[in-house]
C-alpha cells in the first residue's frame, strides 16, 4: 500500500523506526491535519503532540532488543458522520517492560517514560495492545471539529 492523503485518511507504511522518520513522518502528518481540517492552534497542538508521542515511542522501544531494523505504519482516519479521528501507529517489535525507577532517585529527576501519560492526557481515547507480534496504539478524538 502506498502513501494516502485525503480527507478520510493519512496512511504512512513500512516507515523506518528511527528518529529522522519519526520526525518526518510527523511533519507530514501535521501538513494533513492543518490541510484538511480547521482547528484551534491548542487543540491541534495537542493532536499533533500525542500523536508524536506514539510515533516517537515506537520509534524509540519497540526494537530496542533487535539487532535489526524496524518499521512502523501511522494511519489516520476521519468518520465525517461522527466527526471522530482515530489515528493508529503499529509497529512489529517488542517494547521493552517498563521498570520501576530505584527509590533513590528523586521523583523530580525522572525526565522519560511519560509519552504514555501524555497521550491519555491529550486524546479523548488510547488504547494499547500489546502482542508477540507488535505493538497497535490508537488515539481517537471525538467531535474533532466541534
Wanted: charged share 30%; aromatic share 8%; hydrophobic share 40%.
Amino acid at each position: 500500500m502506498s502513501d494516502v492523503d485525503d480527507r478520510s485518511r493519512f496512511i504512512r507504511t513500512r516507515v523506518a523506526a528511527d528518529a529522522r522518520s519519526a520526525a518526518r513522518t510527523r511533519a507530514e502528518f501535521g501538513r494533513w491535519l492543518d490541510r484538511h481540517f480547521t482547528l484551534g492552534a491548542q487543540r491541534f497542538s495537542d493532536l499533533l503532540l500525542a500523536v508524536y508521542e506514539a510515533i516517537a515511542n515506537a520509534a524509540e522501544f519497540a526494537y530496542v532488543d533487535s539487532s535489526l531494523r524496524g518499521t512502523m505504519d501511522v494511519s489516520a482516519a476521519y468518520d465525517v458522520e461522527s466527526d471522530t479521528l482515530a489515528v493508529t501507529v503499529d509497529d512489529r517489535g517488542r517494547w521493552r517492560q517498563s521498570r520501576p525507577e530505584p527509590a533513590t532517585v528523586p521523583r523530580r529527576t525522572q525526565l522519560r517514560g511519560r509519552g504514555i501519560q501524555l497521550m491519555r492526557a491529550l486524546a479523548d481515547q488510547v488504547t494499547i495492545d500489546r502482542t508477540p507480534q507488535g505493538t497497535h496504539v490508537t488515539l481517537t478524538w471525538i467531535a474533532l471539529t466541534r
